[in-house]
């Protein structure tokens, strides 16, 4: 509710809340196109160029889930780069 009071309010802020809404729409598009069309690994590789940070702050596991892959798999692929 307090979101659409500010879209009300000015159309500076509904500008801003309906490109904030589309970016997040076309990563989420791109996301899921990768687990569709991408291998596993390359994946990995664009998540950590794109999210280097996620790296460190977000457990293994969820980076894992995120990419569709085992959280073993993830461990693998974090080893071979690291070679």
Same mark, same amino acid.
């Given at each position: 509710?307090?979101?659409?009071? !500010?879209? @009300?309010?000015? /159309?500076? @802020?509904?500008? !801003? ?10 990563? #989420? *598009?791109?996301? =899921?196109?990768? =687990? ?9 590789? #664009? ?13 293994? /596991? $969820?980076? *894992?889930?995120?990419?569709?892959? %085992?959280?073993? %798999?993830?461990?693998? $692929? ?6």
């Amino acid at each position: 509710a307090d979101l659409q009071q !500010l879209y @009300g309010l000015s /159309k500076d @802020g509904e500008r !801003l809340g309906r490109l904030n809404a589309e970016g997040l729409y076309i990563e #989420q *598009a791109m996301h =899921l196109e990768a =687990l569709l069309m991408d291998p596993p690994y390359m994946r990995f590789q #664009q998540l950590l160029k794109a999210k280097p940070v996620w790296f460190q702050r977000v457990p293994q /596991k $969820y980076l *894992a889930s995120y990419l569709n892959i %085992t959280p073993e %798999t993830f461990s693998r $692929y974090k080893r071979k780069l690291m070679e």
